[in-house]
């Protein structure tokens, strides 16, 4: 089965940091960009950071740059976003999806909730 | 960055009726329109790419429209599973950026 699945997501306290994963399943990732999006409760859908397909470049939006990386890993076929100084209001689920324009093949999403 | 306005927040259509769901640019994105669907609980999913392009597998019920601002999506012969939660995203001008969503109930 044709599958992205997200893992790490976890409950952690203001400031404590989080290793997010993207595993492809039944396809290889490595001729495509991937997305990491946010949905927080409440505030719809957040572009986060996008990875080419040699991992040469990464584009971040503003609102997470210095504090969330994004990575690839051809060998495990998979993308991992790196979170820290976790806020409060980062708390939501992280899609990866596959594409840097348009995205045309979601995961199920990792919960974060970051709560003292 | 450009902000994206759906329209209405919540749209309330009867079964087998047509509904067009609206979205907004704050400047110019040309084509670079794209239209997903979310059901409870699930990821979204691509409907339509380049304002009016569909997504692998997406019926011909789902129609995309517009350029530059100004942009539609058109569900025809609504069915039961139509009525969820879209969003339109642009692509045109980074950061991408979606709008906050269109609730489709039924009436």
């Known amino acids: 089965e044709v599958q992205l699945v997200e893992s790490g997501g976890d409950l952690v306290q203001p400031g404590g940091s989080l290793r997010l994963s993207c595993a492809a399943s039944?396809?290889?990732?490595?001729?495509?960009?991937v997305t990491w999006v946010r949905q927080a409760p409440g505030r719809g859908l957040e572009w986060v950071a996008s990875?080419?397909?040699?991992?040469?470049?990464?584009k971040y939006v503003d609102s997470w740059k210095g504090r969330f990386t994004i990575s690839r890993d051809s060998a495990k076929n998979s993308v991992d976003l790196h979170v820290n100084s976790l806020r409060t209001d980062d708390t939501g689920v992280y899609y990866c999806?596959?594409?840097?324009?348009?995205?045309?093949?979601w995961g199920q999403g990792t919960l974060v909730t970051v709560s003292s | 960055e450009i902000v994206m306005t759906q329209s209405p927040a919540t749209l309330s259509v009867s079964p087998g009726e047509r509904a067009t769901l609206s979205c907004r640019a704050s400047q110019s994105v040309s084509s670079d329109l794209a239209w997903y669907q979310q059901k409870p609980g699930q990821a979204p999913r691509l409907l339509i790419y380049?304002?009016?392009a569909r997504g692998n597998g997406i019926p011909a019920r789902f129609t995309g429209g517009g350029f530059g601002t100004e942009f539609t999506l058109t569900i025809s012969d609504l069915q039961s599973e139509d009525f969820v939660l879209y969003f339109c995203q642009q692509y045109n001008n980074w950061p991408n950026t979606f709008g906050q969503g269109t609730k489709l109930e039924i009436k």
């Open positions: 380049a304002a009016g």
């Open positions: 999806a596959r594409g840097n324009y348009f995205l045309d093949f």
């Open positions: 990875i080419n397909q040699d991992g040469s470049r990464k």
């Open positions: 039944g396809f290889t990732l490595s001729p495509y960009w």
